[in-house]
């Protein structure tokens, strides 16, 4: 499977390994670490207990591995030249968390909670019962049915019309994330938290370009290239030709070397390839993951209308009307209305409703020992968080000295990984101007 990678040579850090433990305990309790399910170049993510409602969820970790390490269950920067920059990624994946929770729709995961705890960020998502696309694109005994595939494009398009109508780019779209239920209903996850400006050039993160092969356009690959809702759609075509063809598709940095050289796309279009398929369809998706920005569809709004129109062609069934079946509904509904009604008000009369009972909430009788319950639960909670905080500064300083040990030992070898980093970063750059000048010219 392709990984999201960070493109910064110089700060290539390893994070597997530095999760955090089994039976860990976040935010007072409330939380409890099961394991870890997934470790990308922005955060860990955790299955974990909602120990209050007693329901499993997910958690995701803010943990941008390039410029941070754990010690002990505390993050730190690994470099103190990186300090603003990691507060920054803190700062927008409490953000982004923010953005996520106001979207409310059923194909994306909601996001229920957010908070600041070991010198990191976190957040709390349902947890969604099924197994992402690439699993399926794997299995050989579950292929999906062009119905399927098309209602999984259709749901996933009206999930990213509204993500764009946010102000948001998902940046990160890709068969690995979006997961599918039993039911084949399909659900947008990993909103690459804290990478809303990773690409901006006056931004504090901007040396990190979050690239995954074969999905990414080549907008992503150059550090201050535009990028818009159309680069997300330009994602999930790929994501979709994978899905149709088995394939992921060629890398587009591969496309646009390959084009500016004045080689052929090395992009094999799939409109004509699956007669299964309507031609619209297959030929939205081509258009989708044209390598020029301005060629491709614009909004997920205008790929769903591609998709309606060729669905009114094809499918627009006029069923004509049944007066006789018309009518005797209409007289069955009238007379049920009649009936419910009469009967309600029978009730009405039958059982008077007592006055206590419709009157505000706070005249409710409510026992002494539940005020007196309540307060010495708060009071508890304020003393346990009390302690918390204590324990956490007590922590911090013995890892800040820590930190400064490892420190020394650390920047030895990276002095000695740069060297190599720069040769890297020169051959990168020089691709990258290739690309700028090839879409300059008006590609
Ligand atoms: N809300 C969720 N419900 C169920 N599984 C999830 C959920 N969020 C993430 N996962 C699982 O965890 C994996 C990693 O999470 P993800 O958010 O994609 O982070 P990353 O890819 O950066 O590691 C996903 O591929 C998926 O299998
Ligand atoms: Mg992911």
């Known amino acids: 499977m392709q990984e999201t990678r960070i493109i910064d040579a110089s700060q290539t850090y390893e994070s597997q390994g530095q999760g955090l433990p089994t039976g860990l305990e976040l935010l007072g309790g409330k939380f409890k670490i099961d394991r870890q399910i997934g470790a990308g170049g922005f955060g860990i993510t955790y299955l974990a207990m909602d120990t209050f409602l007693e329901r499993a969820v997910v958690i995701k970790e803010c943990f941008p591995e390039s410029i941070c390490m754990r010690f002990g269950n505390r993050v730190t920067v690994n470099a103190p030249a990186h300090d603003a920059q990691y507060r920054k990624i803190v700062e927008m994946f409490m953000r982004e968390a923010r953005s996520i929770a106001k979207m409310r729709h059923p194909n994306i995961v909601s996001v229920h909670q957010a908070f600041e705890e070991n010198g990191t960020a976190y957040m709390v998502l349902d947890l969604f019962e099924g197994r992402d696309l690439l699993d399926v694109i794997e299995d050989d005994n579950d292929a999906l049915s062009p119905d399927q595939v098309r209602d999984i494009l259709v749901k996933v ?130 258009q989708a993951m044209r390598v020029s920005p301005k060629e491709r569809i614009q909004s997920a709004k205008d790929w769903l209308d591609l998709i309606e129109q060729e669905t009114k062609k094809v499918k627009t069934v006029k069923i004509p009307e049944n007066k006789t079946l018309t009518k005797t509904l209409s007289e069955l509904i009238e007379e049920t209305n009649k009936h419910v009604l009469s009967a309600d008000a029978q009730k009405r009369v039958e059982a008077p409703v007592p006055r206590k009972e419709v009157t505000t909430g706070r005249e409710y009788f409510q026992p002494e020992w539940v005020e007196e319950f309540n307060r010495e639960t708060r009071e508890a909670e304020e003393q346990k968080r009390r302690e918390a905080e204590r324990a956490a500064a007590e922590e911090a300083a013995w890892h800040a000295e820590q930190a400064r040990l490892e420190q020394v030992a650390r920047l030895a070898a990276l002095a000695e990984q740069q060297a190599e980093q720069a040769r890297q970063q020169v051959e990168d750059e020089r691709i990258s101007s290739k690309i700028l000048e090839w879409v300059s010219r008006g590609k």
């Open 157 to 286: 398009l009206d999930a990213i019309d509204l993500v764009h109508k946010n102000d948001l780019l998902h940046r990160d779209i890709s068969p690995d994330n979006i997961l599918l239920d039993k039911w084949g209903t399909p659900a947008l996850i990993d909103f690459g938290a804290a990478r809303e400006d990773a690409s901006q050039k006056t931004s504090a993160v901007s040396t990190m370009l979050v690239v995954k092969d074969g999905y990414s356009p080549h907008e992503f690959y150059v550090a201050g290239g535009v990028q818009g809702p159309c680069s997300d759609l330009y994602a999930l075509a790929a994501t979709m030709y994978h899905l149709i063809t088995g394939d992921a598709p060629p890398n587009s940095q591969t496309r646009v070397s390959a084009m500016a050289g004045g080689e052929p796309d090395p992009y094999e279009p799939i409109i004509g390839r699956f007669p299964q398929y309507e031609t619209a369809f297959l030929q939205a998706i081509d």
